[in-house]
């Protein structure tokens, strides 16, 4: 298969989850070695999930089928420009290359504008819309510290 075969497939899987109501028109594979090992399409609507994004569930396929963590001999093929959450999942899994069709502004034009969050993500904590609180950091630090000194643990 070629990267428009691939491509192919998540527009496909887009417009499927799309038409049956899951979600909006966002679909994705992740390949290795030129072969699908996972597939995904927004199921935000369909399981009241915020974070039931294409590129998640594609992602967590891929790793349960490989039995890892990491996809870092993988390329994953999206029907759009990642969002914020999606990218950092991108990123966490160590992929190595993203194809995407449509666009941010693809996006934002279709009422799925994320550019809020980016704006977000550049403000110091205590100027960001939703308010956050640092609450009982001295006690949550030695956890921390625990995690630092255990000689058992997977890096990652």
């Known amino acids: ?12 899987l ?16 992740v390949v290795k070695d030129g072969k ?9 609507i369909s399981k009241n ?10 992602i967590r396929e891929a790793c349960k089928n490989l039995d890892s963590f ?8 999206t029907s759009c420009e990642p969002c914020p959450m999606c990218l950092g999942a991108i990123y966490w899994a160590r992929l190595k290359k993203v194809f995407f069709a449509c666009t941010q502004e693809d996006a934002a034009d279709i009422a799925f504008d994320d550019q809020h969050i980016y704006e ?3 403000k110091k904590t205590d100027d960001r819309t939703i308010k956050f ?9 030695p956890l921390f510290k625990k995690w630092k000194n255990k000689p058992d643990k997977t890096p990652y």
């Not at 999930?49 to 594609?58: G, N, Q, S, Y």
């Not at 609180?133 to 630090?141: K, M, P």
């Open 36 to 44: 699908i090992i996972g597939e995904g399409f927004n199921n935000v």
């Open 49 to 58: 999930d915020p974070t039931a994004h294409a590129e998640i569930l594609a």
């Open 70 to 77: 990491q996809l870092d001999d993988c390329t994953i093929y």
């Open 120 to 122: 977000e993500l550049e």
């Open 1 to 12: 298969m070629t990267d428009k075969d691939f491509m192919t497939r998540a527009i496909q």
């Open 133 to 141: 609180e640092n609450l009982l950091r001295n006690e949550a630090l």
């Open 14 to 29: 887009a417009e499927y989850g799309m038409g049956n109501g899951s979600g909006g028109p966002f679909g994705a594979v």
